[in-house]
Nanobody, 124 residues
Framework: QVQLVESGGGLVQAGGSLRLSCAAS????????MGWFRQAPGKEREFVAG????????AYSDSVKGRFAISRVNAKNTVYLQMNSLKPEDTAVYYC?????????????????WGQGTQVTVSA
């Protein structure tokens, strides 16, 4: 079992950057692929980025590719989401999630553990 706590959200102007962190409890963090999802007001939750257990494989949604970067430090039980060139449409609650598998997936139902979310607001 793993518990996830996100941090690093906030208010930023368009074009700015933020780095989200997700700290995991437990000693088996490197057993899980990790994902970042987001949910904007009135919209369904969507996949943003994912990373494999070792960190060697990453995946991104088309909307963030080239602007966001996911990474992990297994020794620190932490996964990060570096967000650059932020746009107002990136405004959402961002969630990290853990999947008991080697590889991430875009399908949120395959992630068994979720954090509480952190708000990111990008002003125009």
């Amino acid at each position: 079992q793993v518990q996830l706590v996100e941090s690093g959200g906030g208010l930023v102007q368009a074009g700015g950057s933020l780095r989200l962190s997700c700290a995991a409890s437990g000693r088996t963090f490197n057993s899980y692929a990790m994902g970042w999802f987001r949910q904007a007001p009135g919209k369904e939750r969507e996949f943003v980025a994912g990373i494999s257990r070792s960190g060697g494989i990453t995946a991104y949604s088309d909307s963030v590719k080239g602007r966001f970067a996911i990474s992990r430090v297994n020794a620190k039980n932490t996964v990060y989401l570096q967000m650059n060139s932020l746009k107002p449409e990136d405004t959402a609650v961002y969630y990290c999630a853990a999947r008991d598998n080697t590889y991430p997936t875009i399908r949120e139902r395959e992630y068994g553990y979720w954090g509480q979310g952190t708000q990111v607001t990008v002003s125009a």
